[in-house]
């Protein structure tokens, strides 16, 4: 239980953060502050020293405990000893798990909350569409696609795509059973995340600073990776085509139709390259359930963002 309640407050540290800058514009709140301040029981420590304190402190325990067991000589007191430091780091690694689930979400509703799904009409200037299904149709029923307890993000970048024999800057985000190609519209003010991105484990997603802060209009409808492969453009292909750097995507649908899309790397790095080839080889091979992340509803339990889950 105790482990418990360190989870929990674990998750929710960088929430109390917020909550704090936000009374932190109140006059008020900041006189009590500096009052509290001068008590000698905070030990000139100010108020976020100390709600860092018990986060620290379950990082260190795993290294106490090594440190009482090198100093134990009974046989079995050591083995007390080492049993409770596997304990210790077995939450550790049930946290650090749950921090990755949860910033992995919160990305997710990040992506959702400012991705724009264009109407029919959009995506198919060509289609035909009678008068009296426009109003019907004009909305897009998958606004609410992205989130999903079991949806993990791979990889997301830019890319640039061919159009018209003309390159686009893209921005494609690769999902463990989905890719989304997108265009950016700038202008959207950044919501701050409910998780720091320094927490201290491997949690931590490389992603361009600034992309929360931007619309993502989608491109063309999402691509099931189930349903496509890659072909690597060879250096013959390439010299002949002058594209270097290059990959095709060819989608087949469920009817044995195939569509291309031919997309360029900004550098020479083939790493969407390999992570799409491996995502899709895992994702064909795999059944749906083999990768679904376990505790997400607990996860969003403990965390106060289970009230922003649609």
Known sequence: MLCQAYHRYALNYINALNYLETLRRQLEFCEFEKWCNRDPRCKKLQLTDLLVAPVQHIMKVPLILRDIEGRTEEPQEKAVVREIIEAEEHSLRELDDKMKWLKNFERLLEIQRNIVWP?????????????????????????????????????????????????????????????????????????????????????????????????????????????????????????????EAAFVLVNLNRFQQIQTWLLKLRDAQDKWKRTLQNTVFRTQRLPSSAASPPKGTQVLREASIHREYP
């Open 119 to 243: 109407p029919v009409t959009e995506l198919d200037p060509k289609v035909f569409i009678p008068e009296f299904l426009k109003g019907a149709i004009s909305k897009q029923p998958c606004e609410r696609l992205i989130v999903s307890p079991r949806r993990q993000i791979i990889l997301e970048g830019s890319l640039h795509l061919m159009d018209n024999n003309k390159p686009q800057e893209m921005y494609v985000i690769l999902f463990d059973d989905m890719l989304l190609i997108t265009r950016r519209k700038k202008g959207l003010h950044k919501k701050k995340s409910s998780l720091t991105e320094n927490w201290p484990t491997s949690c931590s997603r490389a992603s361009t600073t600034g992309e929360s802060a931007l619309r993502y209009i989608v491109y063309k409808q999402p691509l099931s990776l189930d349903r496509f492969f890659i072909h690597d453009v060879s250096p013959h292909e390439s010299a002949a085509s002058k594209l």
